[in-house]
C-alpha cells in the first residue's frame, strides 16, 4: 500500500492519493470444497462454538478452490447485521467467480429463521446482478449443519420466495 500524504502546519494531514494492491499467494494448492459437508467441515472448526454469530463469505475459483475467506460480520448471541455491500468486498476483490456464505447459530439450531432466508434472497439477488454464483448458504452449529442447496435447491438458484419478503 502507497500513499501521497500532504501534512499541514498544524501536523493534520490529507491522503491524495491511495494505492492498494491485491497479490494472491498461489504458492500453497487452493482447498477444494466439493459438497456442503466439506464446507461444513472446513468452517466448524472456525464457527461451531463461537458466541456471537458470525457470518463468512467464502471466494471461489471456477474449480471451487477457496481464494479467501472474509469475516463481514460478528453480531450478537442470535443476530447478525448483513450488508451486501460487505458480502460481496472480499469475492470482488479475489476475483471470484462463486461464493459461499455461511454463518452460526449460537443456540445450536440448524434451522434458518425468516430473517436469514430474507438474507439469502438479497444475496442471491445481488449474485445475479453481479454474475456471481450463489454456491449455497449454509448455517453452522456444533453437532449439526444446514445447507439450502441439499434442503431447498431453489433457495439458491431463485425462485422467489413470497413468504420471506416482509421481514
Excluded: W
Aim: aromatic share 6%.
Amino acid at each position: 500500500m502507497s500513499a501521497a500524504v500532504q501534512f499541514d502546519i498544524n501536523g493534520s494531514f490529507r491522503v491524495q492519493e491511495l494505492e492498494v494492491k491485491f497479490k494472491p499467494h498461489r504458492k500453497l494448492p487452493l482447498v477444494q470444497l466439493s459438497s456442503p459437508q466439506a464446507v461444513h467441515e472446513f468452517l466448524k472448526p472456525i464457527m461451531a462454538d463461537e458466541p456471537r454469530e458470525r457470518l463468512v463469505v467464502l471466494s471461489l475459483s471456477p474449480t471451487n478452490g477457496v481464494l479467501g475467506m472474509e469475516t463481514v460480520s460478528v453480531g450478537t448471541s442470535n443476530a447478525s447485521l448483513v450488508s451486501p455491500r460487505e458480502v460481496f468486498k472480499a469475492p470482488l476483490i479475489t476475483n471470484a467467480s462463486s461464493i459461499i456464505v455461511a454463518h452460526n447459530h449460537p443456540s445450536g439450531s440448524v434451522e434458518p429463521s425468516k430473517k436469514d432466508l430474507f438474507v439469502l434472497e438479497t444475496l442471491r439477488q445481488a449474485c445475479a446482478l453481479l454474475d456471481i454464483e450463489l454456491i449455497d448458504f449454509l448455517i453452522i452449529a456444533p453437532r449439526s449443519y444446514y445447507s439450502a442447496i441439499e434442503k431447498d435447491p431453489a433457495l439458491v438458484k431463485g425462485i422467489q420466495m413470497k413468504e420471506v419478503k416482509n421481514v
